[in-house]
């Protein structure tokens, strides 16, 4: 008993943190803050911004020149108040959403092809810094050629709540440049590093037609899940895995070597995978 809620809140506080060596729990649970904020917003004005959405519909298609993307039926939303994915009509609701952050560093090409030989559709979540040579320009390349959905991480991967508006600015269109340069594409979505999300980085990637998600869970940056046995248990069997579960997991050495066995745990469970391009965008 005592042993289960010792894991219940141990595993709490792995929701709130993410990202690299640093621990930052507050800026995590800000995050959850503001998602509930947003969600009481949308609720307020979701009718509203349906019949908008409706009118702007048509200006949209003439304008909107990625054909590509309005090919892909959106099936699902983001919830803003958890991060997972809903259907949004009569869409599968068995299903997680796969991200890879912190890409491309080592191992983000090994990853996208476990995921391809798996047919499971992902993010990955792109830091700048990461883009500096034409080997990894290639890399992010290839990833984006393969089918993979490329979304906007910031650059330098610092806390933007500690930076300036400009600094945020740069952090975030700097990459967003970056990646439309490489795969002719701009991020559809975008994840701020720690999940630590201030007004004004809300209202830019709004004003870049970008979706902000966090995370639902993900462990690959504790110790003791640093390792491919131990991650592969938790993220298979995790409480917190449930319909609509947003998945997050790192570029990182034991998470690579994970990966094949939580997406077939995940599989076994009978759970599906979300392709990000049925996502609805902004
Ligand atoms: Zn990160």
Redesign the pocket.
Known sequence: MIHKKWIAIAAMSLLLT???EETNTSSGGEAKTEGVEENTETKVQGEKEEEIEEEAKDVEEVEEEEVEEQVTETQYKVNTANWSVQPIADADEKVVLVTI??APDKHSIEMAETLKNQGVPAIF?V?GHFLATDEKKQQLKKIHEMGFTIGN?TYS?QDLKGLTEQQQQEEILKVSDMIEEITGEKPKFF?A??GSNTDFSKQLVADEKMVLMNWTYGYDWEKQYQNAETLTDIMVNTEYLNNGANLLM?DRDWTVEALPGILQGLEDKGYGFVDPKEIKGM
């Open positions: 993410a990202c690299g952050d912190d979540f830091n991480h991967h994840r590093p720690f790192h």
